[in-house]
């Protein structure tokens, strides 16, 4: 008889998208004309920009002809691509061969586990996006898993804790909090890790919503990161690439003395076939000037509603974090209340919907997170409807 992977049976978190699905359905049944507002789901709100779409018909285009003609490409990348993000978005601080392009930061960021052996101990801040979590506990790892508290005492930054730990996931700017880690606390990290021998995983798919000057945009703008630190990008949510798919992984050839470049390599050619080329195009395009004027005037306009929201709530007397470096604000639930009820009465008296924190992980509890990719209008109507709260 076949045997199945009982880890799955592990994953006890709750999942809370179906939960607000059926909540909406039943809050819409009550009042039929109800017009909610979705500050929920973290995903894009703004069409794609020219530049990008052009790149995806021009390439299609050339593949019609015969010297245009492509099957597939190399498993890690186009060095077009490569060399591309090396310039633009690392001036050549990071060689191409150090990037790989692939479909998604989701993909890389939970398959680079495969890299490490099962005995090592993997730190996980809580609460945080919940991929890093799952798949360590579907491959097996959850005993070897230490969750780091992210909590008003610590900014909401994950600290070093006293143990040793040897693989730790960070995620700056943070999804869910909307709080980016400073350069003394990467610095930390990165002190760390050299003391521990440890690597770190840092998730940076928002890195194109910093706005703090004492946020790097980087890990490797901290010194000495490049012999410790694995960074994840995406153009998801910097260039409105969730439907395209398109990201990339920095694996340092001074980690593990260019072991760890090597096994990253061979494990995309093996389990990998690449993205497509248009794609690849169209990521490249958002990275010259014109792609990056039309991107960064749509990262500016979620920011912009960040601080609609999160100024809004601050005057009506509501204490939250986040908005600036990230399109999330974190938002403490008033008198105690757990995420759910407070989900539950935003629903009720605002008509708008939210995520509660508690989804994130068990430090997320007591808390709801806002998504500001949305419309002006939208932030202003979420606004004025969140008045009544008061
Ligand atoms: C949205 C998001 C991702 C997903 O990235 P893809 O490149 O679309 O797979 C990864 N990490 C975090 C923290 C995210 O919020």
Redesign the pocket.
């Known amino acids: 008889m076949v045997r199945l992977n009982t880890h799955f049976k592990k994953l006890k978190r709750e999942y809370v998208f179906p939960i607000i699905e059926r909540k909406l359905a039943e809050a819409r049944e009550k009042h039929p004309h109800l017009s909610v507002v979705n500050l929920g789901v973290?995903d894009i709100a703004l069409p794609l920009v020219p530049s990008v779409a052009k790149a995806i018909c021009d390439a299609t285009q050339e593949m019609t002809t015969k010297s245009g003609m492509r099957g597939y490409g190399p498993s890690e990348g186009y060095s077009f691509l490569k060399e591309a993000i090396s310039t633009v978005s690392y001036a050549g601080m990071i060689d191409p061969d150090e990037i790989f392009i692939s479909e998604?930061?989701?993909?890389d960021?939970t398959n680079i586990q495969e890299l490490f052996s099962s005995k090592n101990k993997i730190g996980i801040p809580d609460p945080t996006?919940p991929a890093y979590l799952d798949s360590a506990i579907i491959g097996g790892r959850l005993s070897k898993v230490t969750l780091l508290p992210c909590t008003e005492e610590n900014g909401f930054c994950p600290v070093p804790p006293h143990e040793h730990l040897d693989v730790i996931y960070l995620?700056s700017p943070n999804?869910p909090t909307g709080v980016a880690m400073t350069r003394a606390q990467l610095k930390a990290w990165v002190d760390y890790a050299k003391r521990e021998k440890a690597i770190l995983l840092l998730?940076n798919?928002?890195e194109a919503f910093v706005t703090s000057p004492e946020v790097p945009r980087s890990i490797y703008e901290i010194e000495g990161a490049k012999d410790v630190a694995i960074e994840f990008r995406?153009f998801?949510?910097s260039s409105g690439f969730?439907a395209l798919?398109c990201?990339y992984t920095v694996v340092p050839k001074a980690l593990e003395n260019g072991l760890m470049n090597k096994l990253w390599l061979k494990r995309q050619s093996i389990k990998y076939n690449g993205v497509s080329y248009p794609i690849q195009r169209a990521a490249q395009a958002s990275l010259s000037p014109q792609g990056l004027k039309e991107t960064k005037a749509q990262v500016q306009h979620y920011l912009e509603q960040g601080k609609i929201l999160s100024t809004g709530l601050n005057q009506l007397g509501f204490s939250c974090v986040g908005g600036k470096d990230a399109p999330y604000i974190w938002w403490k639930a008033p008198s105690g209340k757990t995420s759910w009820e407070f989900f539950d009465e935003i629903l009720e008296k605002c008509q708008l919907i939210s995520i509660p924190g508690r989804g994130f992980g068990q430090h997320g509890e007591g808390y709801i997170r806002l998504s500001t990719f949305t419309t002006s209008d939208l932030a202003k109507l979420a606004l004025d409807r969140l008045c009544a709260l008061k």
Do not use: H, I
Not at 104 to 107: E, I, L
């Open positions: 973290g998604g930061t989701n993909g960021s996006y995620c999804n998730d798919a928002y995406s998801s949510k969730t798919r990201a």
